[in-house]
């Protein structure tokens, strides 16, 4: 494994993966994150300091569990990492736009990207982590967070499999009009990465392409105790 994390994101075959998203839909990728750096940030949840922001999930019938919003300056593994995903995603997305036949807007940098959500008005951080307990799950949902969003997010898992919890599967639907939903379930291990679409995906279709709408959630922790990382790039209202 390549030693600094862009490094570890440089390395990946970014071409297969844009494929991969253009077919599927999502992509998983390999273990980006070493233990030190999974257990490095499990040790930020304890700290108050390190969040703007604590939901309890069954409170507001989001599921069962908490999750909570980093305030800014990111952690340092978290910020390269929201940095070194966009610009290769930043292409897809474009590319998606272009299917729909819609003008290219993502720009090549997250600075830049964020420069333009802070202009309208969507200003705090949004990249999280989440602790489900035993009995815990997330209800389908979007993190969109304003009018300004970009179309792809990347979901970490922390800790090991079958050694810290079990059950915790992570869940995709795609809605597609005028037909019947269809599910994808996805097992991380530690340090492995999931990037999926924070809105929809562009199908081809008799016609050309046409929007379905994707959602996602956590499955049941069946023991134990799971805790995520969600890198997500635009900021929020």
Same mark, same amino acid.
């Given at each position: 494994m390549p030693n600094s994390i862009s490094d570890r994101i440089a390395a990946l075959d970014w071409e297969e993966l844009q494929q991969i998203l253009d077919t599927q839909g999502f992509a998983k990728l390999p273990p980006l994150l070493d233990p030190d750096q999974c257990q490095e940030l499990i040790h930020t949840y304890e700290n108050p300091a390190n969040f703007r922001s604590t939901i309890n999930m069954k409170r507001y019938r989001f599921g069962e569990g908490e999750y909570k919003y980093y305030q800014a300056p990111l952690p340092s593994v978290l910020q390269q990492l929201r940095t070194d995903f966009y610009p290769e995603l930043a292409k897809t997305a474009n590319c998606w736009l272009e299917q729909l036949r819609k003008e290219p807007t993502y720009p090549p940098s997250l600075s830049e990207f964020l420069e333009y959500c802070h202009v309208q008005g969507?200003?705090?951080?949004?990249?999280?982590?989440?602790?489900?307990?035993?009995?815990? =799950?997330?209800?389908?949902?979007?993190?969109?967070?304003?009018?300004?969003?970009?179309?792809?997010?990347?979901?970490?898992?922390?800790?090991?499999?079958?050694? %810290?919890?079990?059950?915790?599967?992570?869940?995709?639907?795609?809605? +597609?009009?005028?037909?019947?939903? +269809?599910?994808?379930?996805?097992?991380?291990?530690?340090?492995?990465?999931?990037?999926?679409?924070?809105?929809?995906?562009?199908?081809?279709?008799?016609?050309?392409? =046409?929007?379905?709408?994707?959602?996602?959630?956590?499955?049941?922790?069946?023991?134990?105790? +799971?805790?995520?990382?969600?890198?997500?790039?635009? %900021?929020?209202?």
């Open positions: 969507q200003t705090r951080s949004t990249p999280l982590i989440l602790k489900y307990e035993t009995g815990g =799950y997330n209800c389908l949902h979007q993190d969109l967070y304003g009018e300004v969003y970009f179309p792809f997010q990347v979901l970490f898992v922390l800790n090991q499999r079958e050694k %810290d919890y079990t059950g915790g599967e992570s869940i995709l639907v795609q809605q +597609r009009p005028r037909a019947q939903s +269809r599910g994808h379930v996805i097992t991380l291990e530690q340090g492995e990465g999931l990037i999926f679409p924070t809105n929809y995906r562009p199908i081809e279709g008799t016609r050309g392409y =046409y929007r379905a709408t994707i959602r996602h959630g956590v499955s049941t922790v069946t023991s134990g105790s +799971r805790y995520g990382l969600g890198i997500i790039f635009h %900021d929020a209202k």
